[in-house]
């Protein structure tokens, strides 16, 4: 029997929600979704608050991922406390609110899953991915198993999709707001891609206007940024899982775009 996970890309501030709130539930029937991953670190530009939690599960979703700005909305720590299906990365300091992983139920089963943020190029130090993951896993009995790795170097997440490689279900990489085309089934049967992309405003620089953007790569003055107008997208990758054998069958982009 196949079991169809939906990952979805990071959600960049209110033209992200809007999409999501929108559309998600239409994309889960015609994908025939079974399981739905949200990355909602970019919500609030910088950070997500309680309320856009709870309408990205009200629009469908099952967990909710973070990432390098989790806590860029303090407000959210109690909800991260109290609600078991929002994950934070698994690798952050153990003392730190929340939880980097959990088990689901679904009508195949349970479900694992493991959010991950990766060292390089990420401007700080949480705790070695490469060995958390095998700590975490060895935690784990369940055949599907679901880890994202929020990341900045394709290097990185490539190599943690090849050394869990037939140990995990599926592997996909957020962050970066940019798609890529390499959704594949890695040799040893775990679905891979680098990068979701992200849900929000079309014509930007990662959601965010363009010229805020610009300036600040050119050295002017910059003012905070905000989230770019117009037409939006909802960028995601479908997975379908093997239920027996727990490896990944197919992996496909499903995006939208106004």
């Keep these: 029997m196949d079991f169809k996970v939906l990952a979805v890309g990071d959600v960049v501030g209110n033209p992200g929600m809007d999409r999501v709130c929108r559309c998600l539930r239409q994309l889960k029937r015609q994908t025939g979704a ?38 860029g909305k303090r407000e ?55 060995l958390q993951i095998e ?31 037939g140990w995990i279900s599926a592997l996909w990489g957020t962050h970066t707001h940019v798609p890529t085309s390499d959704t594949q089934v890695l040799p040893k049967g775990t679905g891979y891609v680098t990068d979701l992309g992200m849900t929000g405003p079309k014509n930007s620089v990662l959601g965010i206007q363009p010229k805020l953007s610009i300036a600040k790569f050119r050295g002017d003055l910059t003012s905070r940024y905000q989230w770019a107008d117009g037409p939006t997208k909802l960028e995601a990758v479908l997975f379908t899982i093997d239920t027996e054998t727990g490896l990944c069958k197919a992996v496909e982009r499903v995006d939208l775009y106004d």
């Excluded at 079974?34 to 530009?45: I, L, Q, R, Y």
């Excluded at 469908?60 to 991922?65: E, F, K, L, P, S």
């Excluded at 406390?81 to 089963?109: M, V």
Aim: proline residues 6%; negative net charge.
């Design 34 to 71: 079974d399981f739905v991953t949200v990355c909602g670190e970019n919500a609030s530009v910088v950070g997500m608050t309680p309320q856009q939690g709870e309408d990205i599960f009200d629009a469908g979703a099952d967990v909710i991922t973070m990432g390098n700005h989790t806590f």
């Design 76 to 130: 959210i720590v109690d909800y991260l406390e109290d609600n078991p299906r929002i994950l934070r990365p698994a690798n952050y300091a153990p003392q730190a609110p929340g939880r980097g992983w959990g088990i689901f139920d679904t009508r195949f089963g349970p479900v694992a899953v493991i959010d991950l943020i990766g060292r390089c190029n990420m401007d700080y130090g949480p705790d070695n991915p490469f």
């Design 135 to 165: 700590k975490i896993l060895k935690n784990i009995d369940t055949k599907l198993i679901l880890v994202e790795f929020h990341a900045e170097a394709t290097s990185e997440k490539l190599a943690m999709g090849y050394m869990l490689d």
